[in-house]
């Protein structure tokens, strides 16, 4: 009964977070490269990336967006 108590609370959060839109974010990156998190909103998520990619003096380029993670190359200007 515990078990499912809590995973009544881990799916009622899980769908609030959902629901919210919330920000996009770094999932993943390097000086090459920025997987950026995101719903919707693929501006945003650019300019994530684009902060990102600039601390390694570089600019991202779109490659695709899968589901909910939008991929950059960062490249040199």
């Known amino acids: 009964m515990r078990t499912r108590g809590i995973f009544l609370v881990f799916?009622?959060?899980s769908l609030s977070a959902a629901c919210t839109g919330g920000q996009p974010f770094?999932?993943?990156?390097d000086a090459n490269?920025?997987?950026v998190g995101y719903s919707?909103?693929?501006d945003a998520a650019a300019l994530?990336?684009?902060r990102h990619c600039t601390?390694?003096?570089r600019v991202p380029q779109?490659?695709?967006a899968?589901?909910?993670?939008?991929f950059f190359d960062c490249v040199k200007p």
């Open 11 to 13: 799916l009622a959060g």
């Open 26 to 29: 770094l999932l993943q990156g």
């Open 33 to 35: 490269s920025a997987q």
């Open 40 to 42: 919707g909103n693929l």
């Open 48 to 50: 994530v990336a684009r």
């Open 55 to 57: 601390q390694f003096e």
């Open 62 to 64: 779109f490659l695709e």
């Open 66 to 70: 899968e589901e909910n993670i939008a």
